[in-house]
């Protein structure tokens, strides 16, 4: 197959703030619109299809959320989350070609605002005690599994790790480490599936020079943001989300 990219302007209409969305995502600020991107570009191609142009985006878009934050996460937070997250990629990837990624799409939306409306109705005392590491476990798991699915990691992991109370820059280091090594993991399982063929690759070369602006913005951001900010923002971000995840899910 010859390398050529998409040229339909249609789909980089899409593509292109969806790149970006998902760049000032990787600093943290912003991570509930990174799961915005995979919907966005559906609107031009198959979910699975935007899924693969943006595994390249994805890793260049870690490695410099790595270099950015690379001194500020927590350490032993990513040693819980990690294996979870993996063990819900592997999933994934089992269940790949026997799930519908709107069906999937939907649920993880619906959930995004039952845990919003669960915030938002009932806060939280400062006193309370975090989610136990049972609902980590399981939350984290669900994140590997749909972000697999559909780059929508972030609502699931979100809700554990949010009531833990990080500050911006340690939530923004930890996000990018847990979601640079379950990216990383995908890439085998994805080739295996025949997603990453040239056309998909050329398209993701187009959408390159994108990653590190959107990334540099959001970092910009998340460092001088502060922390009610921060997560009054991220919330907006995750409404969004789930709002548009069960449209394309259950409506549209």
Avoid at 85 to 92: D, K, M, P, R, Y
Avoid at 98 to 120: D, N
Avoid at 175 to 201: C, I
Wanted: aromatic share 14%; net charge positive.
């Amino acid at each position: 197959m010859q390398f050529a990219p998409i040229s339909d302007p249609h789909f980089y209409a899409a593509a292109v703030p969806a790149v970006l969305l998902l760049g000032i995502s990787k600093s943290g600020f912003g991570a509930g619109f990174g799961s915005l991107a995979v919907p966005m570009m559906a609107l031009a191609v198959t979910v699975p299809e935007a899924a693969a142009i943006l595994m390249p985006v994805l890793l260049l878009m870690d490695l410099l959320g790595l270099a950015a934050f690379r001194r500020d996460f927590d350490r032993r937070l990513l040693g819980f989350l990690i294996p979870f997250g993996l063990v819900g990629t592997v999933i994934g990837a089992l269940l790949f070609r026997t799930l519908s990624a709107h069906a999937v799409a939907g649920i993880v939306g619906l959930f995004t605002l039952l845990f919003l409306a669960q915030r938002l109705l009932f806060p939280p005392k400062a006193d309370a005690a975090p989610p136990s590491r049972v609902a980590g476990g399981v939350l984290t798991t669900i994140s590997g599994f749909t972000s697999f699915i559909a780059h929508a990691g972030g609502p699931p992991v979100n809700a554990y790790v949010i009531p833990l109370r990080l500050k911006p820059v340690e939530f923004a280091a930890t996000m990018a480490y847990f979601f640079f090594v379950v990216n990383l993991s995908k890439w085998v399982p994805y080739a295996w599936l025949g997603l990453l063929d040239w056309r998909n690759m050329a398209t993701s070369v187009v959408l390159l020079p994108l990653a590190p602006f959107g990334v540099w913005m959001g970092v910009r951001i998340a460092r001088r943001i502060s922390s009610t900010w921060f997560y009054r923002l991220l919330y907006l971000g995750m409404l969004l989300t789930g709002i548009k995840l069960v449209w394309d899910g259950f409506i549209a």
